[in-house]
């Protein structure tokens, strides 16, 4: 038998008591937040006959995936930080602004402070032997389509393992690893020589893999590198490529790939191109612009200042 109560007076007046819409204090738009998530809840629980055993497994699912830091990995998983990058591409559209480099999801894996080097940076440490060389390098142009020297280029990925420095569970890697800030030289060109990231999955047996399961969906990553890329002038962009050829790259439980986004690989094993680049064997090529926008009145209109790790 289903009972539906949601529309009752009472149950009304009590989600305004419950949200602190009946007093004065506290904070108007928190209160504005709780009331409508607490009445979606409500009338979630009433419209899909809910049960108490569900409820309070779904309360466990929380507690757990709060336990394991992991509110920002299924973040992503659930659409979410996609959805939000939508509504930025729908406002920016609103505006009359176009990005030609397309932004995505940041993810959760960013560490500030990394070291800061000039024009060119080697990422890696050369601990993970099983990785293929990289040499990756472009500009970064302004919103007049200009190269911007000076701009800041911070970069991050993973080793050939899936594990990121700062949050590798092994310990083996050293302190900012494979990421890197570097400022562009004075043509607006950054470089970088690193190993080929691989793709990775969410933690096996998780509350995070344990919920993509029961949704019938895997918990997935196609190899990728991170980008913030900013200038004083312009809106900060934060963006990440996918490696070209991972079977995964249009099946990302992140939904982080978009258009624009998917650099050819050039595989470079000549003997004049490992000469010209400096190096002692083939290396994987990959050529990439960032094109930033101007800010919006003075301002960055598009800067999140969500907590991040710092070291």
């Given amino acids: 038998m289903s009972i539906a109560i949601f529309s009752r007076p009472d149950i009304q007046d009590f989600l305004q008591k419950l949200s602190g819409l009946d007093n004065d204090a506290g904070n108007p738009r928190v209160k504005q937040i709780v009331h409508r998530i607490v009445s979606d809840l409500f009338r979630t629980i009433d419209d899909l006959d809910i049960t108490p055993d569900e409820y309070w497994a779904a309360i466990a699912w929380v507690n757990a995936i709060g336990s394991a830091g992991q509110a920002g990995l299924i973040s992503p998983g659930l659409g979410l930080d996609h959805f939000l990058d939508e509504r930025l591409d729908a406002q920016d559209a609103a505006l009359g602004i176009d990005n030609p480099t397309p932004r995505t999801i940041e993810g959760p894996l960013y560490v500030a402070g990394a070291p800061v080097e000039q024009g060119y940076a080697r990422l890696d440490d050369g601990r993970d032997t099983d990785g293929h060389l990289l040499i990756m390098h472009g500009t970064v142009h302004g919103a007049d389509g200009q190269p911007l020297p000076n701009a800041q280029v911070e970069v991050w990925h993973c080793d050939t393992r899936g594990f990121y420095s700062h949050f590798d569970p092994t310990g083996v890697q050293a302190p900012f690893n494979m990421r890197r ?131």
């Avoid at 607006?188 to 793709?199: A, E, M, T, V, W």
């Avoid at 050829?245 to 624009?260: I, K």
């Avoid at 191109?273 to 002692?280: D, F, T």
């Fill in 181 to 311: 800030t570097i400022i562009t030289d004075d043509k607006g060109q950054y470089r970088f020589r690193s190993i080929l990231p691989k793709g990775y999955g969410v933690p096996p047996g998780s509350p995070t893999e344990q919920l993509l399961f029961a949704l019938g969906r895997h918990g997935q990553r196609p190899a990728h590198i991170h980008f913030f890329v900013s200038d004083d002038a312009h809106r900060k962009l934060t963006t990440q490529i996918n490696i070209e050829g991972d079977p995964l790259v249009y099946d990302d439980f992140a939904y982080a790939t978009r258009d624009g986004l998917v650099p050819h690989v050039v595989e470079r094993s000549d003997a004049a191109s490992i000469a010209a680049a400096g190096l002692e064997g083939p290396f994987a090529e990959i050529v990439f612009d960032f094109h930033l926008t101007a800010l919006v009145d003075g301002v960055d209109n598009q800067i999140c200042e969500r907590p991040r790790v710092a070291a």
